[in-house]
Every structure is written in C-alpha cells, then in structure tokens.
C-alpha cells in the first residue's frame, strides 16, 4: 500500500510539472538551421525561419494542372515568395515533395511527381537558391493532401509542397 501511495504522489507532481504553462520561449521549433532558440515568441507566432514561418508567411505549396508540371503564374507568385523567404533565411535547407491525384498509374505518377517538385526547384535556383538547399521527391499519388475522389480532391493533390528539412 505504501508503494501505491508513493506512486499516486509521484503521478500527481509529475502531472504537475507536465502542465505549467510554456511562453513559448523552450518549445525548439523549427527546422535545421532555422535559427530557433532565441526565446520570447507569442503564443500562435512562428519562430522565423521554421517551418511553421514558412507556411504562415509565404507558403508552403503550388498547384498544377491535370497531367502538367509547368509553372502557372500562381505558382510563380508563391516560388517568388518562397525565394525571397529563403535569402532571408540562407542557413534553411527545404525538400520539394511532387505530389498527384489519385488517377493514372504508380509508375507515371511517381514520373510526373518528380517533375514537378523539380520545376519547383529549378524556378527557386534560377532565382537565387543554391541547389545545394534544395532537395526533390516524389510520393506520387501516395500522400494525397485530400483523401477524397472527386475533382476538388484530385486539385488539392496535384501539388509540390515546400517543407523546412
């Protein structure tokens, strides 16, 4: 019994300890080089240069069309973002991950999933990023953003998603 006793007290102060309130100042956001650990950010505010920034302030995705990885003005509107994002941040790294909807094959998905995680990549070189921050994949049709079968679904997936490494 008095083992039991002792566990509940330690239960209850660890609980404790677990709940007092964090200003934000330890939480260690961020990406690999994003310059996290200086204190005193907001609750709900990103720490610059981390992933959280990077959506919140430019973001994170383009879109493509049915069967396309070229660049709409749309998509050059966010690359140009991202772009001015990154020479802020020289020290971020980011992975472009070319994605599709549901539709055609494994093998032409993955294909054209590259491609477009790669015309991403070489817009935000020709502006100034240095490939050697920039890395490429492609889920293909395996991470769908949208679960769902229909041609709003289908529009959300074929994306290429910017992500602080």
Request: aromatic residues 6%; charged residues 20%; hydrophobic residues 35%.
């Amino acid at each position: 019994m008095r083992y039991s006793t002792l566990s509940l007290v330690m239960l209850t102060a660890l609980l404790a300890a677990c709940s007092s309130s964090d200003t934000g100042a330890n939480t260690g956001a961020g990406g690999a080089g994003s310059g996290a650990g200086a204190g005193g950010y907001a609750a709900g505010q990103a720490v610059p240069g981390s992933e959280e920034d990077l959506v919140q302030t430019v973001g994170d995705r383009v879109f493509f069309a049915t069967d396309r990885s070229t660049l709409d003005d749309a998509a050059r509107t966010t690359l140009d973002r991202q772009s001015a994002w990154l020479q802020r941040f020289p020290t971020v790294n980011v992975m472009i991950a070319g994605n599709c909807d549901e539709r055609g094959t494994e093998e032409y998905n993955l294909a054209l999933g590259q491609r477009r995680a790669t015309a991403d990549a070489d817009y935000l070189a020709a502006h100034g990023i240095s490939a050697s921050r920039l890395q490429v994949i492609s889920y293909g049709k395996n991470r769908p953003t949208d679960p769902g079968s229909s041609p709003e679904a289908w529009a959300k997936n074929r994306n290429a998603i910017t992500a602080v490494r």
